[in-house]
């Protein structure tokens, strides 16, 4: 149980494009989900909070407008980078938790993303 | 702010010995605690968590420690395998159930 699918798994582009990642929650519903990136050797850093129904809480220093993300039902969330540029590239990795207390986050496959 | 040091970026054994790994933390008290394998290129995976009010925790070849005193967590592979070779992460819960992470420890497990 508690499966999180992350879509795509990596992806290439030319600067300036916009990528969207979708997180998927596949066995449990998720009324939170987070979005996290990760440099090579480095450990996993949040960028937000994604609540069911309601707006993304943001991470000092991300920037809300280069990063949509859109959480509209109890089982998809999705992040947008809009207008990537190679200072994007990164690997960007999802995690949802079931409800109730003390309850671990599961973890998509991450998405590798390179901005050309 | 709070910080959590995972005191060794990378551990070498010999397959079958006991590898363990130390998470510490400071400025923080956290309800509980988690430990996670991340293979390269992949998402981490849950294996424990532990409660402020528990001492230790198994699950098959794991077991995890909590000590809240010394704000310390202990995580044992025994008889360890060349598949458990992977970085284990360790992470603190923070306030709105977010999740703060250590840099992980690398463990490779010679044959």
């Known amino acids: 149980g508690a499966v999180v699918s992350q879509h795509p798994s990596w992806v290439i582009c030319k600067s300036g494009t916009s990528v969207k990642i979708e997180c998927r929650s596949l066995d449990f519903q998720a009324t939170t989900m987070f979005w996290y990136r990760q440099f090579p050797k480095q450990s996993l850093m949040l960028m937000a909070t994604?609540?069911?129904?309601?707006?993304?809480?943001?991470e000092q220093g991300v920037e809300k407008d280069k990063f949509l993300i859109n959480h509209a039902s109890l089982t998809l969330s999705t992040l947008t980078v809009t207008s990537a540029h190679p200072e994007d590239s990164s690997f960007y990795i999802c995690?949802?938790?079931?409800?109730?207390?003390?309850?671990?986050?599961?973890f998509g496959d991450g998405t590798r993303l390179s901005i050309l | 702010s709070q910080k959590i040091e995972q005191n060794s970026e990378a551990l070498n054994i010999q397959e079958g010995k006991t590898a363990t790994l130390t998470c510490n933390y400071t400025n923080y008290s956290p309800a509980y605690l988690q430990w996670y394998r991340q293979d390269p290129g992949r998402g981490p995976v849950f294996l424990l968590l532990i409660r402020e009010n528990e001492k230790e925790k198994r699950k098959e070849r794991l077991k995890v420690t909590f000590d809240t005193t010394l704000k310390q967590s202990l995580f044992h592979i025994t008889a360890s395998q060349p598949a458990d070779s992977a970085t284990y992460l360790c992470a603190l819960d923070m306030r709105d159930y977010k999740l703060s992470f250590g840099a992980g420890t690398t463990v490779t497990v010679r044959a």
């Open positions: 995690s949802a938790r079931e409800s109730g207390a003390n309850q671990p986050q599961h």
């Open positions: 994604s609540n069911e129904g309601s707006k993304a809480t943001y």
